[in-house]
């Protein structure tokens, strides 16, 4: 089970829109989760992320590893996003099928 202590939910669409625009490190373990969204971009970010993609049920439906600036990625099965620092996908044994929970911090 892979674990992301840190993962933020957007709150608003300003929050949406900007995503992870201006952040210059994602640390390990954080992620910051688009909801709703089916599509991200990377145009004026200054590094590569992981982009998953989840449906409905909270179901890995796509991943998009180390998307690099001046890119998109997309999927029409997914209706939240979860944006990670490159690599965190593959060191968190993340893969298509898998279910993600969420539980609120104490």
């Not at 674990?3 to 390990?28: D, N």
């Not at 709703?36 to 590893?65: A, G, Q, W, Y």
């Amino acid at each position: 089970m892979a674990i992301l202590p840190q993962v933020r939910k957007t709150q608003s669409l300003f929050e949406r829109i900007k995503g992870l625009l201006g952040c210059k490190k994602i640390s390990e373990g954080e992620g910051l989760l688009i909801d709703p969204c089916n599509s991200v971009h990377t145009f004026f970010m200054k590094m590569d992320i992981d982009v998953v993609f989840l449906n409905r049920e909270n179901i890995i439906v796509k991943i998009k590893s180390n998307l690099k600036p001046r890119r998109m990625a997309m999927s029409w099965k997914a209706v939240t996003v979860l944006e990670l620092g490159a690599g965190q996908v593959a060191r968190s044994g993340l893969k298509l099928g898998d279910f993600l929970g969420w539980e609120k911090a104490a």
